[in-house]
């Protein structure tokens, strides 16, 4: 059977990470590697010092995607998957990851969101024209549930999470990749997680979202599906989108001018 590495990118939430090793622990089966990188004050290695065999890293402090990659980087699995620190996995999670496919196949499935009341399953949805993840999958599925996704290791051998980004919609840049490589992303609908997104570490979430959407829509467009054209009216209907919605909601007009250029400047850099 494949060995399993599960990675937790964690940020000064000592609580959340305790239950969410904790659940891990509770498991009919064990993954052979249990990874915590931490891009907080450190409270987290007390945490992981805690539970026996659980492999601490300081993080990179970059953003979600490096801390991401610094996962990767420590995983010996032939078998990768993540959760969040405010996440608990279902009982027998680490038992179906493990029968995931080894071939150019990424496997998702879904996580019940306790933001909502009552609680919601969230499961992923392609993204539309202008990014958002709203586009039900159809015949070819090109997105995934972050934390109830379990990646083959040779994945990374061609692609990693993209450390321009530093909070959100890394996952469907990762696995827009992995499709434009010739992966293929398949649903299972016993693959699933519990999360309680937590209160902590979301100042200014909205506009780091906006910036992350706007930069990997372009990218996938121009890089991965090479099309000029559609990349070019992207940046353009974005721009006036988001400046519409920012002067329909009575949100500050600078912030939303703000958010569109640190877009463009990661595109460029990207080049």
Not at 199 to 214: C, F, H, K
Request: glycine share 6%; proline share 4%; aromatic share 8%.
């Amino acid at each position: 059977m494949p060995t399993l590495s599960l990675c937790i990118c964690t940020m000064n939430r000592p609580e959340e990470l305790a239950i969410a090793l904790q659940s891990i622990l509770d498991g009919s089966s064990l993954p052979e590697q249990i990874i915590v990188s931490d891009d907080g004050d450190g409270s987290a290695e007390d945490v992981a010092k805690r539970f026996a065999g659980v492999i601490y890293l300081p993080g990179p402090r970059r953003g979600l995607g490096a801390n991401r990659n610094n996962c990767i980087s420590a995983a010996t699995g032939d078998l990768i998957a993540f959760i969040d620190d405010d996440v608990t996995v279902d009982r027998e999670f680490v038992a179906i990851a493990k029968e995931s496919s080894l071939e150019q196949v990424i496997t998702t499935g879904w996580e019940l969101n306790h933001s909502h009341d009552p609680a919601r399953k969230v499961s992923a949805h392609n993204a539309s024209f202008l990014g958002f993840q709203r586009v039900a999958p159809g015949e070819q599925l090109k997105a995934i549930c972050i934390n109830a996704t379990v990646f083959p290791r040779d994945l990374f051998d061609n692609a990693l999470f993209d450390e321009q980004i530093r909070y959100g919609y890394e996952e469907i840049d990762i696995a827009r990749h992995a499709v434009s490589l010739g992966w293929s992303i398949v649903y299972n609908d016993d693959l699933h997680v519990s999360h309680f997104p937590a209160a902590s570490n979301r100042e200014g979430y909205a506009g780091v979202l906006n910036v992350s959407r706007i930069y990997i829509t372009h990218k996938a467009y121009r890089h991965y599906e090479r099309n000029r054209a559609k990349a070019a009216a992207f940046n353009v209907f974005a721009a006036i989108h988001h400046l519409a919605y920012a002067v329909k909601g009575g949100h500050p007009f600078a912030e939303a001018v703000s958010t569109i250029r640190a877009a463009r400047e990661k595109q460029r850099a990207y080049r």
